[in-house]
Protein backbone atom coordinates (compact mmCIF):
# COMPACT_ATOMS: atom_id res chain seq x y z
CA UNK A 1 0.00 0.00 0.00
CA UNK A 2 1.58 3.52 -0.80
CA UNK A 3 1.25 6.88 1.19
CA UNK A 4 -1.65 7.74 -1.77
CA UNK A 5 -4.19 4.83 -0.84
CA UNK A 6 -3.44 4.77 2.79
CA UNK A 7 -4.08 9.00 3.55
CA UNK A 8 -7.64 10.26 4.30
CA UNK A 9 -7.86 12.65 0.77
CA UNK A 10 -9.08 16.19 1.16
CA UNK A 11 -9.19 17.23 4.87
CA UNK A 12 -10.73 19.44 6.59
CA UNK A 13 -8.82 22.86 6.80
CA UNK A 14 -9.37 26.25 7.85
CA UNK A 15 -7.79 29.80 7.81
CA UNK A 16 -5.15 31.30 10.11
CA UNK A 17 -8.10 34.23 10.83
CA UNK A 18 -10.76 31.72 11.50
CA UNK A 19 -12.59 31.22 14.57
CA UNK A 20 -11.45 29.10 17.44
CA UNK A 21 -14.98 28.28 18.11
CA UNK A 22 -15.95 27.28 14.76
CA UNK A 23 -12.77 24.87 14.41
CA UNK A 24 -13.56 23.65 17.51
CA UNK A 25 -16.92 22.33 16.13
CA UNK A 26 -15.73 21.44 13.23
CA UNK A 27 -13.35 18.74 14.80
CA UNK A 28 -16.18 17.56 16.52
CA UNK A 29 -18.23 17.24 13.75
CA UNK A 30 -15.70 15.31 11.71
CA UNK A 31 -14.30 13.65 14.98
CA UNK A 32 -10.64 14.53 13.93
CA UNK A 33 -8.34 15.92 16.48
CA UNK A 34 -6.09 17.55 14.30
CA UNK A 35 -6.88 20.58 11.26
CA UNK A 36 -4.53 21.64 8.67
CA UNK A 37 -4.68 25.28 8.41
CA UNK A 38 -3.59 26.63 5.43
CA UNK A 39 -3.20 29.73 3.30
CA UNK A 40 -5.31 30.88 0.46
CA UNK A 41 -3.69 28.40 -1.93
CA UNK A 42 -4.21 26.17 0.03
CA UNK A 43 -0.65 26.03 1.17
CA UNK A 44 0.09 24.51 4.99
CA UNK A 45 0.87 27.17 7.13
CA UNK A 46 -0.02 25.24 10.24
CA UNK A 47 -1.70 23.06 12.41
CA UNK A 48 -4.39 23.16 14.89
CA UNK A 49 -4.93 20.36 17.55
CA UNK A 50 -7.63 19.48 20.40
CA UNK A 51 -4.18 19.71 22.48
CA UNK A 52 -3.50 23.37 21.24
CA UNK A 53 -6.85 24.63 21.96
CA UNK A 54 -6.91 23.36 25.56
CA UNK A 55 -3.29 24.34 26.26
CA UNK A 56 -2.71 27.48 24.33
CA UNK A 57 -6.38 28.72 24.90
CA UNK A 58 -8.40 27.33 28.25
CA UNK A 59 -5.16 26.59 30.02
CA UNK A 60 -4.06 29.84 29.64
CA UNK A 61 -7.19 31.71 30.41
CA UNK A 62 -8.51 32.91 26.84
CA UNK A 63 -11.30 32.95 25.99
CA UNK A 64 -11.87 30.40 22.89
CA UNK A 65 -15.14 32.92 21.75
CA UNK A 66 -12.58 35.56 21.11
CA UNK A 67 -9.24 33.81 19.42
CA UNK A 68 -8.46 32.97 15.96
CA UNK A 69 -6.88 29.94 15.20
CA UNK A 70 -3.42 31.73 14.70
CA UNK A 71 -3.42 32.50 18.41
CA UNK A 72 -2.80 29.04 19.26
CA UNK A 73 -2.26 26.49 15.99
CA UNK A 74 0.98 24.82 15.98
CA UNK A 75 3.76 26.22 12.95
CA UNK A 76 5.42 25.68 11.00
CA UNK A 77 3.33 22.29 10.73
CA UNK A 78 5.26 19.11 9.49
CA UNK A 79 4.16 17.94 6.13
CA UNK A 80 4.99 14.94 3.95
CA UNK A 81 4.67 14.71 0.03
CA UNK A 82 2.88 12.29 -1.38
CA UNK A 83 4.74 10.49 -3.62
CA UNK A 84 6.95 9.26 -0.06
CA UNK A 85 6.18 5.91 0.98
CA UNK A 86 4.43 4.24 4.00
CA UNK A 87 7.67 3.64 5.52
CA UNK A 88 8.67 7.39 5.06
CA UNK A 89 6.12 8.49 6.74
CA UNK A 90 6.25 6.61 9.78
CA UNK A 91 9.48 7.24 9.93
CA UNK A 92 9.01 11.01 9.95
CA UNK A 93 6.06 10.87 12.37
CA UNK A 94 8.45 8.75 14.76
CA UNK A 95 10.91 11.43 14.71
CA UNK A 96 8.65 14.41 15.01
CA UNK A 97 6.83 12.42 17.71
CA UNK A 98 3.17 13.51 15.60
CA UNK A 99 0.71 11.37 15.69
CA UNK A 100 -0.68 13.12 12.24
CA UNK A 101 1.22 14.91 9.18
CA UNK A 102 -0.79 16.52 6.68
CA UNK A 103 0.29 15.18 3.43
CA UNK A 104 1.21 18.37 0.45
CA UNK A 105 1.03 17.75 -3.75
CA UNK A 106 4.39 17.99 -5.74
CA UNK A 107 3.20 22.23 -5.62
CA UNK A 108 2.75 22.09 -1.81
CA UNK A 109 -0.61 21.80 -2.11
CA UNK A 110 -2.72 20.23 0.80
CA UNK A 111 -4.62 16.96 -0.61
CA UNK A 112 -4.48 14.38 2.71
CA UNK A 113 -3.31 13.52 5.47
CA UNK A 114 -2.08 10.60 8.00
CA UNK A 115 -2.87 9.68 11.20
CA UNK A 116 -1.72 6.49 13.47
CA UNK A 117 -5.03 4.94 12.77
CA UNK A 118 -4.05 4.87 8.97
CA UNK A 119 -1.16 3.04 9.90
CA UNK A 120 -3.00 0.77 12.01
CA UNK A 121 -5.32 -0.30 8.97
CA UNK A 122 -2.53 -0.53 6.57
CA UNK A 123 0.43 -3.28 5.87
CA UNK A 124 2.68 -0.97 7.89
CA UNK A 125 1.21 -2.21 11.42
CA UNK A 126 4.57 -2.98 12.77
CA UNK A 127 5.40 0.69 12.01
CA UNK A 128 2.89 2.25 13.87
CA UNK A 129 3.62 0.30 16.89
CA UNK A 130 7.16 2.03 16.55
CA UNK A 131 5.16 5.05 15.78
CA UNK A 132 3.28 5.12 19.01
CA UNK A 133 6.02 4.41 20.75
CA UNK A 134 7.90 6.92 19.75
CA UNK A 135 4.85 9.37 20.10
CA UNK A 136 4.28 8.48 23.45
CA UNK A 137 7.62 9.29 24.90
CA UNK A 138 8.05 13.08 26.54
CA UNK A 139 9.98 15.63 24.38
Not at 1 to 11: E, H, I, K, Y
Not at 81 to 89: L, W
Request: net charge negative.
Amino acid sequence: MDLQQLMTRDPKFCLATSPLDEVARAMRDEDVGEIPVVDLDRHPIGVITDRDIVVRTLAAGRNPLEVRVQDCMTAPPTVIREDATVKECANLMAREQIRRVPVVDAKGVLCGIVSLADLERSDARELQTEVTRRVSQPH
